[in-house]
Structures are given as C-alpha cells and as structure tokens.
C-alpha cells in the first residue's frame, strides 16, 4: 500500500504577520522546509501543496526532495490545499497529512501514523499528553470527501465525526506549531 505525505505549506500566516512558513530555524533552513525533510524522512513520496505567490518556498521545497504541487484556489482555506494535494496523489493508499508550521515533529512520530494507515485503521492521529497531534492518516476510505474539500475547516469535520486511532506519543513536536515570532527558537 502507497502512502503519501502531504505537507499543507499555503497558508497565509495571518496571526504571525508575515509568511512563517519562511522564516528560518536556526539551522537557517526555512520552517516550511524542516518540516518538509521530517515528512521525507518517513515518506519518501511526498507532496509540498504551496500558494502560487511564494515561488522561494515552491523552489525550496522542491530543492528538498518533496514534490510540490501549487493550489491556484489557496485563499479558499486549508481544505482547498488538502484536496490540492490528495487530487495529486488521488490513487494512493492513504495520505499522511502534515502542517509545514510544525517543524518539530520527529520522524518516528510521523512513521508511527504511517504505521496506523498500513495496519488497516482508516483514520489515525498522534496524541501527547491527551492532546490530539499531528500529522493525521487518512485511508483511502476517505479519497472522495478529501479530494472535494474547500474552506478553511480542512479535514475538521472528518476528525470530529468519525472515530480516530490515537497512537500515543512522547513526541511534544507533535502539538508545537509556530503562531507568533516568539514561537521561533532562537
């Protein structure tokens, strides 16, 4: 069974005040693109979903090793992108979505939901101390509904309707997002 990874990278980065997903880590990579390698890392196919008006991030990405794939319709909200990049990769076996303003998930994190999808749940997620994470496994089960998203709810409904496997994690990277300028390390 194919998995894919597919980060969500055309945000607009509205409370942050400027695009966070190029700011830089202190590695000085752009925080998109860490996230990017830590998908790569458990999904070697992975797809980068950017706007159209950021081609340094596109052109970063890619230089990465992620597949990038631009959303036309981005201000229509997350669930535009997500279905962007489901409809790129619309015949696999299931999709590990994954934010690109969480550079700080592991790996092993992201591998353990892979691990989910493969086992036959059709619907997995990270949790760290009760909290649910990220990234989130889609089966096939969900190829339809994900491919016809808009707004800006994204999978939201999908992840309070119907039941999640949680595989617990001792990752805190998989609540850590970047929000603010403060969120950044130094």
């Known amino acids: ?22 700011q830089r880590l202190p590695d000085g990579s752009f925080v998109a693109v860490a996230a990017g390698r830590n998908l790569l890392a458990a999904l070697p196919d992975s797809i980068a979903v950017v706007r159209p008006d950021v081609p340094e991030l596109a052109t970063a990405l890619q230089a990465a090793g992620l597949r990038v794939v631009i959303c036309e319709n981005a201000q ?8 962007e990049g489901i409809r790129a990769a619309i015949n696999a076996g299931g999709w590990v979505v994954a ?5 700080f998930i592991l790996p092993a994190s992201i591998r353990a939901v892979v691990q989910g999808i493969e086992a036959g749940y059709p619907l997995v997620a ?15 089960h969900y190829r339809a509904e994900l491919s016809q998203l808009s ?3 994204g ?9 999640i ?5 001792t990752d805190p990277g998989v609540i850590r997002d970047i929000d603010t300028p403060g969120d950044l390390p130094q």
């Open 126 to 140: 990270t949790q760290f101390g009760g909290e649910r994470g990220h990234p989130v496994g889609f089966s096939s």
């Open 151 to 153: 707004g800006d709810e």
């Open 1 to 22: 069974m194919q998995i894919v990874g597919v980060l969500l990278a055309a945000g607009f980065s509205r409370r942050y005040g400027a695009n966070k997903l190029i």
């Open 165 to 169: 496997t949680f595989i617990s994690s």
């Open 76 to 83: 229509l909200g997350m669930g535009a992108s997500l279905a």
């Open 155 to 163: 999978a939201r409904r999908i992840l309070k309707r119907d039941p």
């Open 99 to 103: 934010l690109a303003d969480m550079p």
